[in-house]
Nanobody
Framework: QVQLVESGGGLVQAGGSLRLSCAAS????????MGWFRQAPGKEREFVAA??????GYADSVKGRFTISRDNAKNMVYLQMTTLKPEDTAVYYC??????????????????WGQGTQVTVSS
């Protein structure tokens, strides 16, 4: 069982930056693929980024602007977001999946989710 709690969302102007954090419980944290997804009003939850111990993957829409990282000693996952755009506005969710060493891009591949944190980018 893994519990996830996101934080760090807020209101920011276009071009600004935010850092999201996800605190995870559970002794097997390091074995999970950790990912960030987002869901805008009226849209499906979409993949943003995922991280293993030594590899990461990104959606094309955020590549070069967002950076995902994890600290296995602290059971934490981070999403550094820069050059934010109004279209990045969404609720951001942290997820944990038993990827067996794979970058997971589908939301159905994740076993656990946090409650989400709102990110709003004003133009």
């Amino acid at each position: 069982q893994v519990q996830l709690v996101e934080s760090g969302g807020g209101l920011v102007q276009a071009g600004g930056s935010l850092r999201l954090s996800c605190a995870a419980s559970g002794r097997t944290f390091s074995s999970y693929t950790m990912g960030w997804f987002r869901q805008a009003p009226g849209k499906e939850r979409e993949f943003v980024a995922a991280v293993l111990r030594y590899a990461a993957g990104y959606a094309d829409s955020v590549k070069g602007r967002f950076t995902i990282s994890r600290d296995n000693a602290k059971n934490m996952v981070y999403l550094q977001m820069t050059t934010l755009k109004p279209e990045d506005t969404a609720v951001y969710y942290c997820g944990a999946g038993s990827g067996l060493g794979r970058i997971l891009r589908g939301k159905s591949e994740y076993d656990y989710w946090g409650q989400g944190t709102q990110v709003t980018v004003s133009s």
